[in-house]
């Protein structure tokens, strides 16, 4: 039998999937306040992505942090989401449940209209520097390949990312 917690956190993890996977990237980021002291860097493919809205929202009916990285105009977006009490280490356990540190990693492709063309971690990697609950600041590293997306079996590489944010 299941345990009733983990369907509780298997549901509000779905839904934030869903909710922010649909909405497009600069309505999701233009409600939020800005940090001009946010950084987001990766590379797409070999290709340095810099996106021109970097957000950090602690959403506590899931109890997890969004880290965004989002172009805007196209909806071009990387996210990472993690249990908000996640603490420093490296982290290859992605898209579990289960998993006390919770990881979830996704790319959103220029222009993607819904979450059949987004590419979810496969394998990969979150390093956590820091993640401080009282200034809320987290700083990490991370990479990952994606799989196949639904529409178009692409695989997406993102290399070399960093973020260092405060998060709301």
């Known amino acids: 039998m299941i345990p ?3 369907i509780t956190r298997a549901a509000l993890i779905i839904i934030a999937v ?8 600069d309505s999701i980021l233009d409600s939020r306040v800005q940090h001009s002291q946010n950084t987001f860097f990766c590379k797409v493919d070999g290709v340095s992505y810099q996106p021109k809205f970097v957000s950090g929202i602690h959403e506590s009916l899931s109890n997890v942090i969004l880290i965004t990285g989002a172009v805007g105009s196209t909806n071009e977006q990387v996210q990472i989401q993690v249990s908000h009490k996640i ?6 356990d992605l898209n579990n449940i289960g998993a006390e540190a919770f990881v979830w990693m996704f790319y959103s492709p220029p222009f993607s209209e819904d979450a059949t063309d987004d590419g979810f971690a496969q394998t990969g990697s979150l390093t956590i520097l820091e993640n401080n609950s009282t200034t809320k600041r ?3 590293t ?3 390949v994606t799989k196949p997306s639904i529409n178009a079996e692409t695989v997406w590489n993102i290399s070399e990312g960093s973020f260092d944010l405060k998060y709301e």
Request: a positive charge; aromatic letters at 18%; proline letters at 4%.
């Open 4 to 6: 009733i917690n983990l």
């Open 18 to 25: 869903v909710s922010f996977s649909s909405m497009k990237a």
């Open 87 to 92: 603490a420093p280490g490296t982290y290859t």
């Open 138 to 140: 987290i700083r990490g």
């Open 142 to 144: 991370f990479s990952f």
